[in-house]
């Protein structure tokens, strides 16, 4: 998740070997789940072209040798990568099937992240109603789970329905529900930009001390961020280290040979 994160091209990278370390090993399924991670991460460098062939090539495999975690995952991965470049009806499909297989399949996941982006296209397309529906259906199922990270993202999804429907007050309650989970959580980025959201909403209702309030707590939060990054570089840094171990070995090695 850290590469994720901060460097989608690095997890393009590590996904790269981990599917060769696969293929070498016989873990034919292993291997089509890494390139569809790395299709992920192409997704988030811009790689669009290059991410469809990846994802729908681990999603196609995942349906020939019924993995149903896999095909629950990779649908609504491309559901929601067509989303957000507005191929709405592309992505419906989608999400359809990462629900329907989640239904079928006893002990499959929850398709959350298929639920939330039908909860996107349903707003994006005006169906208000529908998508309201769908959020009080995925909030039950996390509350009845104690799936609070569900729960924030379901809110912060609310919010942005009412924001468009046009009803700031309400937007403002479930922006502020999303918050306090996301604080809870520690979900440092969640609640830097729902506190954005928040802040706007606040703003344009006229309450600009509490706006301003909102501001000074999402820049709190964002100070956070950068011991995740401190982390990734002494990770980073730990890896070098160790790859110059590796090759001063390897010399020793071959200088201990030549002398022979």
């Known amino acids: 998740m850290l590469e994720v994160n901060y460097d989608a091209a690095m997890t393009s990278a590590t996904y790269s070997e981990i599917e060769k370390m696969a293929l070498r090993r016989g873990h034919f399924l292993t291997a089509a789940r890494a390139r569809g991670e790395q299709g992920i991460a192409d997704f988030l460098t811009g790689n669009i072209a290059t991410a469809k062939k990846k994802v729908v090539y681990a999603w196609t495999v995942s349906k020939l040798f019924r993995d149903r975690a896999a095909q629950i995952r990779y649908a609504s991965m491309y559901a929601e990568g067509l989303a957000q470049i507005g191929r709405y009806q592309e992505a419906q499909k989608a999400v359809e099937e990462a629900i329907r ?14 639920e939330s982006t039908k ?73 830097t930009s729902t506190g954005g959201s928040l802040a706007k909403a606040l703003a344009s209702e006229g309450h600009l001390d509490e706006a301003l309030q909102i501001i000074d707590r999402a820049l709190n939060a964002n100070t956070h961020i950068p011991d995740e990054l401190l982390f990734r570089a002494t990770l980073l840094l730990k890896q070098r280290s160790s790859d110059r171990w590796a090759v ?7 200088t201990s040979e030549a002398r022979r």
């Open 101 to 114: 297989t989640a239904h079928d399949t006893p002990n499959a996941p929850y398709a959350s992240m298929a």
């Open 248 to 254: 001063s070995q390897s010399r020793m090695t071959t």
């Open 119 to 191: 909860v996107e296209i349903l707003t994006q397309t005006g169906q208000y109603v529908e998508a309201f529906k769908t959020l009080d259906e995925s909030e039950a199922w996390a509350s009845s789970h104690h799936l609070e990270g569900h729960l924030c993202a379901a809110e912060i999804n609310r919010g942005d329905l009412w924001n468009r429907a046009g009803k700031t007050d309400l937007a403002i309650v479930s922006y502020r529900r999303a918050l306090e989970y996301a604080d809870h959580l520690s979900f440092w980025r969640g609640f």
